[in-house]
């Protein structure tokens, strides 16, 4: 399981690769204008891909938070 982590949505462009990445946590649908965070119960291998492939670098494990 993963640590909690969230979506910085001023910083987000809505490329939805994070959802690509990992579905289990990230949804991102039509019509939405940036992902969601759904769960914190993934692989913490596939939440740091995510992390690392966001163009934006805008997902953020809570206790990062400035």
Known sequence: MAK???IDEQEC???GSCAD???A???FAP???TPRVI???CEKELVEAAME???TNCIH???ERG
Do not use: A, H, V
């Open 21 to 23: 990445i990992c579905p």
């Open 61 to 63: 494990y809570e206790d």
């Open 53 to 55: 492939n966001c163009p």
């Open 31 to 33: 019509g939405m204008d």
């Open 39 to 41: 769960s914190f119960d």
């Open 25 to 27: 946590c990230f949804s």
């Open 13 to 15: 462009i809505g490329d």
């Open 4 to 6: 909690p982590f969230y």
